[in-house]
């Protein structure tokens, strides 16, 4: 087809503009991936091109009906990027695997249900469960906010510098840590007693032990990692400074400290010794980690340079990894669901929530599309969710 016979089908195709939408920011974030390097590289991209355009005239003429691109297309998309924009739906629905939301966007916090119901919050900045997700913790500028899943609100309080992130012990869930500027403050679950509890890293949310006691984990200004007794106020370890420390998380038994840094994750035991460490391949940095119920962690990484991202599964410190899913762009967040199943990975670039299986590979169970859409009801343009925690359904 050369490009006269390609423009003509274009202007006879019968389109949908929201299928032909939702196909390209797929396409287009595989295309984006194959870096220019030299005339060979860039004839392979002018023959890539040439075939997309081929494929995306085709789907256009042949899916319009079906607002769904071509089996064609369909099976180079699974076949180049892992997933396909024809087979994601368009409505997440029902929370696969059950449980509920909770996402932070731009338009603000909101609480998906197990159907699949949403209810905005508020015009929120952040938000965070408590245990059992029977409340979350939210907050805007200086305010920090603890609300019922409904919205309605139990209390609120101020502080003169702005509130960044908060998190609320697990267990008894009688604790909220949160950072307002450059201090680490802790307040009680009915809103009483708030004070300071040391200085710490803007940006570095603080991470709670499970277990008992309220004993948490937080980085102090120099990057250091210290744990601390929250209720005596004793500190219990403290650790080497990491310049580029980026996450904390305990493992669900609270056995295990798992630092993430720009190019190493690091695992620190319940008493904040040294265990194990892994760097990430050349070229690539860790965005972000998360802990499997059962003790695995999801690793994400991007190579810039590739412009490439890749989620792995590690059951140990020493394990190589298992690849779940390899994407063009960024990826992220993350979330397991309850119950260790499925893992929640947002794909911005394709605008997409990809649902998958970690006992199985690069399949996912489920995609859907339209995401920043439906969290921005109304809104002309709309950014990406840039939040998700995954909890269970209400307790009866």
Not at 13 to 34: F, K, L, N
Request: charged content about 25%.
């Amino acid at each position: 087809m050369n490009e006269r016979e390609l423009r003509a089908a274009l202007r006879g195709a019968p389109v949908d503009e929201q299928a032909r939408a939702r196909s390209w920011r797929v396409v287009r974030a595989a295309y984006r991936a194959a870096p220019p390097h030299g005339r060979r590289a860039r004839s392979r991209r002018r023959w890539i091109g040439a075939a997309v355009a081929a494929c995306v005239a085709l789907a256009l003429a042949a899916g319009a009906a079906t607002r769904a691109p071509t089996d064609a297309l369909a099976q180079w998309l699974r076949d180049v990027v892992g997933a396909d924009d024809g087979g994601a739906r368009r409505v997440l629905g029902a929370v696969p695997g059950g449980g509920r939301l909770l996402v932070g966007a731009q338009s603000g916090a909101w609480v998906v249900a197990p159907d699949g119901a949403k209810r905005r919050l508020g015009r929120y900045e952040g938000a965070s469960w408590s245990p059992h997700g029977r409340f979350a913790v939210a907050w805007r500028g200086g305010e920090l906010t603890a609300l019922e899943p409904d919205g309605d609100v139990r209390w609120s309080l101020r502080r003169p510098a702005p509130v960044r992130v908060a998190r609320w012990a697990p267990g008894d869930g009688y604790r909220i840590a949160y950072l307002a500027g450059s201090t680490l403050r802790i307040v009680n679950g009915d809103g009483t007693g708030d004070r300071r509890l040391a200085a710490a890293r803007a940006g570095v949310a603080p991470a709670w032990r499970p277990g008992p006691g309220h004993v948490l984990a937080y980085a102090d200004p120099a990057g250091r990692v210290r744990v601390a007794d929250v209720d005596s106020g004793r500190e219990l370890s403290q650790g080497p400074p990491y310049p580029r420390l980026r996450g904390l998380a305990f493992s669900p038994d609270g056995s295990a400290l798992l630092v993430r840094l720009d190019h190493a994750l690091v695992w620190l035991g319940r008493d904040g010794a040294w265990r194990a460490e892994r760097s990430m391949p050349a070229g690539a940095v860790a965005t972000a980690a998360a802990w499997s119920p059962g003790g695995a962690v999801a690793l994400l990484t991007r190579d810039r340079a590739a412009n490439r991202s890749e989620v792995v599964l590690l059951d140990a410190p020493e394990d190589r990894g298992r690849v779940l899913f390899t994407a063009p762009g960024a990826l992220g967040p993350i979330a397991f669901s309850p119950d260790g199943r499925l893992l929640l990975v947002a794909w911005p670039d394709a605008d997409q929530w990809l649902f998958l299986a970690p006992e199985r590979r690069r399949r996912p169970v489920r995609a859907v599309a339209d995401v920043a859409a439906q969290f921005a009801p109304g809104a002309l343009r709309a950014g990406s969710p840039t939040a998700v925690e995954w909890t269970g359904p209400p307790e009866p």
